[in-house]
């Protein structure tokens, strides 16, 4: 368990993490009481933990995992609240995203609970994810006026194909475990007390690999797709910096920490 081991980074308060001597670095995002949301510190956190881990030859994989009920509910919902289109372009969060995906070695999601929005998004840029029976996959932005912003309608469409990633997008529906692996989002479902334990498991035989030929397999594999991410991305980041200049994000978001039901007008 990532908390029973010598923090890997001090100071990180959102994420807990540890190094085993299996050379497996377990990261836990750790903001229970709001779901896990990536609120602007966690983000910062895990790109500075995963920042130094990269320039460590005694890291060789990585666990990203979450709690028991989530892994991730997304963007912190009431960081977006007053957020202008300017802001947006702005915000210190895409240079996070960007050391996320910059990442160069192998690493595992482990997910049980909720997995979404951001946090989907997030689980995404892992290499494998092992989720427990328990897992939900969604981008539910829609229901705020928004859309996915960190790569989600362009590496969800992806690894499930268009129809899929549709439903998901345009509905804000989930997605059981079974049915992503079913469709490629993830590697193995297993019952959730068992996730984190394969996740580990999976990480430790890949540490025990020749890292350089890890780490080159990798970045070899996401070629096949990360050619095509660059335009798509692109797009999708102006769409969603768009949407915060509309009535309605600003309905969704309000709905949303009012816990109502929000009324969108296409403004
Ligand atoms: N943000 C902030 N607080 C959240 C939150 C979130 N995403 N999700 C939950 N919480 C808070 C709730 O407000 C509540 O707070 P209190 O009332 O206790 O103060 C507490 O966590 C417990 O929430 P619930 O009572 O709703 O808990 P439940 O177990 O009943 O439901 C849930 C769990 C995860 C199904 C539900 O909380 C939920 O639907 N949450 C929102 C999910 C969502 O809409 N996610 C998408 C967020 S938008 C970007 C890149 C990416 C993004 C943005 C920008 N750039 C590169 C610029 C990503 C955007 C998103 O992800």
Request: aromatic fraction near 4%.
């Amino acid at each position: 368990m990532a908390e029973r081991l010598p923090p890997y980074l001090d100071g990180c308060e959102d994420v807990l993490t540890s190094l085993d001597d299996a050379h497996v670095l377990t990261i836990r995002i750790n903001r229970p009481k709001a779901r896990n949301a990536l609120r602007t510190q966690l983000l910062k956190e895990l790109s500075e933990v995963l920042g130094k881990a990269t320039h460590d030859d005694a890291v060789r994989a990585v666990v990203l995992t979450g709690g028991d009920k989530v892994f991730a509910a997304g963007a912190d919902i009431t960081e977006m609240a007053d957020k202008t289109p300017v802001d947006v372009m702005n915000d210190p969060r895409a240079a996070y995203w960007l050391a996320i995906r910059n990442f160069p070695k192998p690493m595992i999601g482990a997910v049980n609970g909720f997995c979404l929005g951001g946090g989907n998004e997030l689980a995404m840029h892992c290499d494998v994810l092992i989720a427990g029976t328990s897992a939900q996959f969604g981008q539910p932005e829609i229901n705020l006026g928004i859309i996915p912003g960190a790569g989600g309608t362009q590496r969800l469409t992806q690894m499930i194909g268009k129809s899929k990633a549709m439903k998901l997008v345009l509905s804000g529906q989930f997605m059981s475990a079974n049915e992503a692996e079913r469709a490629g989002l993830v590697g193995e479902v297993c019952e959730p007390e068992l996730t984190i334990e394969k996740a580990t498991a999976l990480a430790k035989l890949i540490a025990s690999k020749p890292p350089v030929a890890a780490r080159l397999a990798k970045e070899s594999v996401l070629k096949a797709s990360d050619a095509m991410l660059h335009e798509g991305m692109a797009f999708e980041r102006r769409s969603f910096t768009t949407l915060f200049a509309t009535e309605d994000k600003q309905e969704g978001v309000s709905a949303f920490m009012e816990k109502r039901k929000p009324t969108f007008k296409g403004r």
